[in-house]
């Protein structure tokens, strides 16, 4: 099945360091992938999208790779704050135009 | 601009009782979208609203689940009867026509976080 993973261990970093998530795809080939930004109860927050034919995208601080031969996406926070701290998730259309999702991996920040 | 609402926040609720989950969409947006995210799990598409119709409803678990979208603007998503396994935080989104399939942004709702005992 279409599936998307991402890697549920917390991923804890220094401030002011680079913090890289990864989200690997199986089974297709989507057109784009979307990131998100969850806090606690609240609703995701979409960030980034980046298509297979684009390998990088930037915003601010963030920064989206895509490479389709490691079918995966890569997303970078540099100079991290302690307010980049929450849960990231990544997502994408399957081939029944659903938005299918990562379970999502929780960043901690440290000052 | 109000973004997406949900209401309620929280609701705890018996096996075997009625459930009915509203979400007010961005005004103007005719893309309304149901997902669920069991503890522990991904989200999970339910459905997806056109105005009115329903555009897609393949993700929704079984035939307990109704949900509706009147004169297309708010939904409601009713559960009838709760079974223990329909415990999770259902979330609401909107996106403008046409952005979806091309990329376009969804907006979320802060979610119901739904308890059955």
């Known amino acids: 099945s279409q599936k998307i993973e991402q890697n549920s261990e917390a991923l804890n970093i220094q401030e002011g360091k680079t913090a890289t998530l990864t989200c690997n795809y199986t089974?297709?080939?989507?057109?784009?992938l979307q990131w998100y930004r969850q806090d606690p109860g609240r609703g995701p927050v979409f960030l980034l999208l980046?298509?297979?034919n684009e390998k990088e995208k930037r915003k601010e601080r963030l920064k989206v790779t895509f490479d389709t031969t490691l079918k995966q996406s890569l997303f970078h926070i540099t100079a991290s704050q302690p307010a980049d701290s929450a849960t990231y998730l990544c997502?994408?259309?399957?081939?029944?135009?659903?938005?299918?999702w990562g379970a999502g991996t929780k960043l901690i920040i440290k000052p | 601009e109000a973004g997406v609402t949900q209401f309620p926040s929280h609701s705890v609720i018996e096996k075997g009782q009625t459930v009915t989950l509203r979400c007010d969409p961005i005004?103007?947006?005719?893309?309304l979208y149901w997902y669920r995210r069991v503890m522990g799990k991904e989200i999970k598409f339910l459905l997806h609203?056109?105005?009115?119709?329903?555009?897609?409803e393949s993700g929704m678990p079984n035939n307990r689940f109704l949900a509706e979208r009147t004169g297309g603007t708010y939904s409601t998503l009713k559960v009838q009867p709760a079974e223990l396994e329909d415990s999770g935080v259902y979330f609401c989104?909107?996106?403008?026509?046409?952005?979806?399939?091309?990329?376009?942004?969804?907006?979320f709702g802060p979610g119901t976080r739904l308890t059955v005992l």
């Open positions: 089974n297709y080939s989507p057109a784009y």
């Open positions: 980046i298509r297979e």
């Open positions: 005004s103007g947006h005719d893309n």
């Open positions: 989104a909107s996106s403008q026509e046409l952005d979806f399939l091309g990329g376009g942004e969804q907006f």
């Open positions: 997502a994408s259309l399957d081939s029944n135009y659903q938005l299918i």
């Open positions: 609203f056109v105005k009115e119709s329903k555009q897609d």
